[in-house]
């Protein structure tokens, strides 16, 4: 299994970003996903999750409202569209492919993971 995260980059406080993680190497559309982060000194930590069919979502407390998952069966692809960003969510963002079609809440599991796309957040 390959996932592949991209759409990182320098941006100011209060814009925007959209990632996208491709995978391949497993029937897609039959798992849940999600994004975590990980910030300089940091432990990882859970960002966002989605269900196999995207009706279910699951977010941290820290960026509900602000940010967005969603995902492209027919592409491979789950997105993490970041607004209203700060400093604070500084890291390298990472994708990672659950267990089961309901893997999307924090403790998962999650079987497989992407490289990370840096997201740097200017004040």
């Known amino acids: 299994v390959q996932l592949q995260a991209s759409g990182g980059g320098l941006v100011q406080a209060g814009g925007s970003l959209r990632l996208s993680c491709a995978a391949s190497?497993?029937?897609?559309?039959?798992?849940?996903m999600g994004w975590f982060r990980q910030a300089p000194g940091k432990e990882r930590e859970f960002v966002a999750g989605i269900s196999w069919s995207g009706r279910g979502t699951s977010y941290a407390d820290s960026v509900r409202g602000r940010f967005t998952i969603s995902r492209d069966n027919a592409k491979n692809t789950v997105y993490l569209q970041m607004n209203s960003l700060e400093p604070e969510d500084t890291a390298d963002y990472y994708c990672?492919?659950?267990?089961?079609?309901?893997?999307?809440?924090?403790?998962?599991?999650?079987?497989?993971w992407g490289q990370g796309t840096l997201v740097t957040v200017s004040s």
């Open positions: 190497g497993r029937t897609f559309s039959t798992y849940g």
């Open positions: 990672a492919m659950g267990r089961s079609g309901n893997s999307y809440y924090p403790s998962g599991p999650w079987d497989y």
